[in-house]
Structure formats: structure tokens, C-alpha cells
């Protein structure tokens, strides 16, 4: 969901853009730059986040609703860890914002649609680490499907939450707050879990989220 500065008190914009840059100070003191010199993982770093821009230049609607588009946080969060991944969103949401965006209203739209799944990806990992087994399926599905689905739906809920979009439910210009949000839910669900399946099966050491008591029967 991208958020257009028109209709948005100057306030509360720039209380998103402090906020966000104190965050991505706290962010980036816990990022471990140095591992960026090596070619690995400044690729893995790259194609995170060009990932990202493409996912968000594709974008549909819903009647009178809010532009419709994949986020893809779950999996760069899972690959990436929390730190660098609010990095990663922050720089892909200031080239999405500034080449087809509102760069007015890149702070909202961080906050919004990528610290929020940040934040829930990385707390349903934990909680899935605590009660589910320690087995690749429980990770991929639990964590990666569920998650994702998760993730987007509470974005999408803070979103239209924040513009006071709910008239439109009302309204019937969108038939319930149910029904858009398992209709975001289940294609981000698919596209994560899948990223992360293929990660999980050949690559999982490239999976910052994936704890080592996963792995233990992993290798055929």
C-alpha cells in the first residue's frame, strides 16, 4: 500500500520522517557492515532490494480502495535479519517513491508497509521457534506462509487504519475489511513461502532467519 502525501498534515509527515530516520539509526548501529565487503553478501544485498522494486512498480486496485501490491518483506527478513532488512526497504522505498512515487511521503510509506511486516515477521518467528518443532516444513510453513500472511495483513490494517479508510467498507465500495485482506494475504503468503522453500531446500545457509535446530535433518 503506498500512502500519498496529499490530504496528510505536514505534522504527521515529518513526525514519520523523524522517527524513521531514529530508527534507521538504531538499525543500522546493529548491521554488520563489514560483512558487505565480501561479493556474496553485497549481491544478496542487491537483489533484495531490487527485488523489492520491482514487486512494488506492480501495483492494482480495488474499487475505490487503496493500490493493491506484493511486499516481499517476510522473505527479505528471513534472509537478511531484521537491521538490514529495515536498511534494504528504506533504500528500495526511496527509489520506488522517487521514480514513481510521492517522495514526500517516503517515511509513512516505510513505517507502514515495511517496519510493520518487518516487525511481525520477525516476532512470528520467534514465536514459531518457541512452540512449533524444529523441522524444515514447520519453518516453511508456519513461519514463511503464515508469516507472510501475517505481515501483510497488518500492514494493510495500519494502512487504511491510518487514512481512515474504513467509510469505504461502509460504504460497499469494498465488500468487508475480511475480504481485501485475504484477498492481499494469500498471493503474499504464496510468493514468500515459495522464495523461501527454494532457500530453505538448496540455499538455507543464506537464510539469516533460519535457526540451526531447523537444519539438523535437513541434509539428504
Not at 498534515?9 to 534507521?24: A, F, K, N
Not at 514463511?144 to 490494517?157: E, Q, R, T, W
Not at 475489511?177 to 485475504?182: D, E, F, K, V
Request: charge should be neutral; include cysteine.
Amino acid at each position: 500500500m503506498e500512502v500519498d502525501s496529499t490530504g496528510i498534515s505536514r505534522t504527521i509527515l515529518l513526525g514519520s520522517l523523524v522517527l524513521t530516520l531514529l530508527l534507521t539509526a538504531g538499525f543500522a548501529r546493529r548491521v554488520e557492515w563489514r560483512r558487505l565487503g565480501a561479493p556474496s553478501e553485497f549481491h544478496l544485498w542487491a537483489i533484495c532490494a531490487v527485488s523489492l522494486m520491482v514487486l512494488w512498480s506492480v501495483r492494482t486496485g480495488v474499487a475505490a480502495g487503496p493500490a493493491l501490491h506484493v511486499l516481499g518483506v517476510t522473505t527479505v527478513t528471513l534472509v537478511l535479519g531484521v537491521p538490514a532488512a529495515a536498511i534494504v526497504t528504506l533504500l528500495s522505498q526511496c527509489v520506488t517513491s522517487f521514480v514513481a512515487g510521492d517522495p514526500a511521503a517516503i517515511a509513512t510509506n516505510w513505517l507502514l508497509s515495511s517496519l510493520i511486516p518487518i516487525l511481525v515477521t520477525e516476532l512470528w518467528r520467534r514465536v514459531t521457534l518457541r512452540w512449533l518443532p524444529p523441522d524444515p516444513f514447520a519453518f516453511i510453513f508456519g513461519t514463511a506462509f503464515f508469516g507472510a500472511a501475517l505481515a501483510v495483513a497488518a500492514a494493510y490494517l495500519a494502512g487504511l487504519l491510518f487514512l481512515g479508510e474504513a467509510e469505504m467498507f461502509a460504504d460497499g465500495a469494498v465488500p468487508s475489511w475480511g475480504a481485501l485482506l485475504l484477498l492481499v494475504s494469500f498471493p503474499e503468503a504464496f510468493i514468500n513461502g515459495a522464495i523461501v522453500t527454494l532457500l530453505v531446500v538448496y540455499v538455507p545457509e543464506r537464510l539469516a532467519g533460519y535457526d540451526a535446530a531447523y537444519r539438523v535433518r535437513h541434509r539428504l
